[in-house]
């Protein structure tokens, strides 16, 4: 489809509201950083994990370290006691450096190398999630005695990010699982799911730990009792759009696990990422050039979705970041459609597209991109010779 680069005068613009004070443009404007570079305000992620915990005080948070492991977020958390959810034996041994004790982290991928798990558990971790047979097996032999949780596979429609088809397992084989961990001498510990990343349906945990309670039921009549629910990540960040404040999240959490969950829990573990980091960084880079193609305007950036925004090519370029630029009339230009795309030879190396901005823009004028601290330096690379941006961090925790 071509999109005509016809201008139009756009209403007066205003920053999102969920856009950090200390993360403003024209306080980031006097930062003297070479673009591009992510700007974190690590009082964003306290306040973020501060307001989910009072929302949730009986859950335990486990953050999940693969949305951003910066060791400045990483200590800032592990100030205000959140614990912390692991995908590998790698990320683990970026927090061990960072003083924490492993055995306050869950390692939930379902599926881990061997060395993985024989690593981790000689490093004291002692929690592992499964939701296959074969993986039983293979904690129970490098890790024997272990304590493991099945992951349940759930509704995870109303996502961003669905997740279910490549992990979880239904009730039924759920509860055949944990009976075989109890022969297998390792010890039947909880159950988790997972709603999807980015999900703006509150009642989505209300369905998914009604499930996990029907599966604890069943299990206790087998003479199991479980000790953790783990209700996952999911909780939603604000992009363009605004989402459903946490505590309409947390009313519908607190309402299931006291209404249907059959009996009191050691853990109500929660991991969340993406709520408490990204709308904490800035995402800066600079105009490289500005050219018409097919009658369509486009944006080159000194970032782009290999270094930095690989979200937006996993969606299909319809994964909207907050925008502003650093032209003194953003907010009352006029306003026209870019193809915004990054700077390395790749063709599929574009972010945006059809995105309103200034038609003023011009090469070296700036672009900020907010929402950032959520998965931007996780999934960047250095493709082409393109390094991922340096951070920078303001505020405290």
Known sequence: MTVTATAFHAPPLRLPVSWPRALRPRVLATLPEPTPFLACDLSTVAERYTALMAELPDAQCFYAVKCNSSPPVIRTLAALGSSFEVASWGELEQ???????????????????????????????????????????KIARNAPGAAVYVRLRVDDSSSVF??????????????????????????????AFHVGSQ????????????????????????????????????????????????????????????????????????????????????????????EK?????????????????????????????????????????????????????DSSDTMFVAESLPATLDVDDLIYIGSAGAYTLSYASSFNGFAPPRTVFVGTG
């Open 95 to 137: 927090l061990v450096p960072l003083g924490i004790d492993p055995s306050r982290v869950l390692y939930s991928n379902t599926v881990k190398p061997a060395s993985h798990i024989a690593a981790s558990y000689a490093a004291g971790l002692w929690r592992y999630a499964f939701d296959s047979a074969g993986e039983l097996h």
């Open 162 to 191: 669905p997740l279910s088809r490549k992990f979880g397992t239904d009730a039924s084989t759920a509860r055949d699982l944990l009976l075989l961990a109890r022969e297998l001498g390792l010890v039947p510990y909880g159950v």
């Open 199 to 290: 999900c703006g349906t509150p009642g989505a945990w209300r369905h998914a730990i009604a499930a996990a309670a029907g599966l604890m039921s069943r299990l206790d009549a087998d003479g199991v009792r479980l000790r953790m629910l783990d209700l996952g990540g999911g909780l939603p960040a604000r992009y363009t759009e605004a989402v459903p404040s946490v505590s309409h999240f947390a009313r519908a959490i607190r309402s299931a696990v006291r209404d249907v969950v059959p009996y009191p829990l050691d853990v109500l573990a929660i991991e969340p990422g993406r709520h408490l980091v990204a709308e904490s960084a800035v995402l800066v880079a600079s105009v490289l050039a500005r």
């Open 293 to 345: 193609r097919f009658g369509e305007e486009w944006l080159h950036l000194d970032v782009g979705a290999y270094n930095g925004l690989m979200e937006t090519r996993q969606t299909v370029n319809q994964w909207r970041f907050p925008l502003w630029t650093s032209r003194p009339d953003h907010a009352t230009a006029y306003q026209i459609p870019f193809t915004v795309t990054g700077p390395s030879c």
